[in-house]
T-cell receptor, first 114, second 109 residues
Framework: ETGVTQTPRHLVMGMTNKKSLKCEQH?????MYWYKQSAKKPLELMFVYNFKEQTENNSVPSRFSPECPNSSHLFLHLHTLQPEDSALYLC?????????????FGEGSRLTVL | GQNIDQPTEMTATEGAIVQINCTYQTSGFNGLFWYQQHAGEAPTFLSYNVLDGLEEKGRFSSFLSRSKGYSYLLLKELQMKDSASYLC??????????FGAGTTVTVRA
């Protein structure tokens, strides 16, 4: 239990579906992140939110749409995805963005796009 | 972008020692992290180095040389439960955290 909870743990969707991934952190952190993890590749930073404001969008296609309603919750809305988007999507949080503190990760949402 | 390199796979015997190397090239430096990730689980924090030298935490130690852009994670007295992927991550001058592809360590009986 890392204090970061992600749902669903597994998701299968067609290319025309719309779905959302949810992340919640119970650590009182101010920064939240979405990372994409593909087999044998480095974790790719997708989005960063600090105090609910998006501070980084790492050239992510618009079919991925983040939402951060408050410092404890982060969503990733998915629409018209491609099979190559199949991956593990990890949410993480840290005390602040511009600090040296470590990230706390959720267990991830395994996404399969058919 | 940042460049972080680590070996893809390593295999060692239970009770032995394994050293996982990580080299990096970044714009500025605000610390290096090691994470452990078991299959199907979240990455968990192992160690943090920001100054040169060795940090020891039980069976795990991490070393940093900033001038060489080099770190290693040393796992001693290997146990079967240490079989996992080990991720090297570097925070650059803008505090952006970039990860290596991970080293899969397999511990054999």
């Amino acid at each position: 239990e890392t204090g970061v909870t992600q749902t669903p743990r597994h998701l299968v969707m067609g290319m025309t579906n719309k779905k959302s991934l949810k992340c919640e952190q119970h650590l009182g952190h101010n920064a939240m992140y979405w990372y994409k993890q593909s087999a044998k590749k480095p974790l790719e930073l997708m989005f960063v939110y600090n105090f609910k404001e998006q501070t980084e969008n790492n050239s992510v296609p618009s079919r991925f749409s983040p939402e951060c309603p408050n410092s404890s919750h982060l969503f990733l809305h998915l629409h018209t995805l491609q099979p190559e988007d199949s991956a593990l999507y990890l949410c993480a949080s840290s005390q602040d963005y511009d600090s040296t503190g470590e990230l706390f990760f959720g267990e991830g949402s395994r996404l399969t796009v058919l | 972008g940042q460049n972080i390199d680590q070996p893809t796979e390593m295999t060692a015997t239970e009770g032995a020692i394994v050293q996982i190397n990580c080299t990096y090239q970044t714009s500025g430096f605000n610390g290096l992290f090691w994470y452990q990730q078991h299959a199907g689980e979240a990455p968990t924090f192992l160690s943090y180095n920001v100054l040169d030298g060795l940090e020891e935490k039980g069976r795990f130690s991490s070393f940093l040389s900033r001038s060489k852009g080099y770190s290693y994670l040393l796992l001693k007295e290997l146990q079967m439960k240490d079989s996992a992927s080990y991720l090297c991550a570097v925070r650059d001058g803008d505090y952006k955290l970039s990860f290596g592809a991970g080293t899969t360590v397999t511990v054999r009986a």
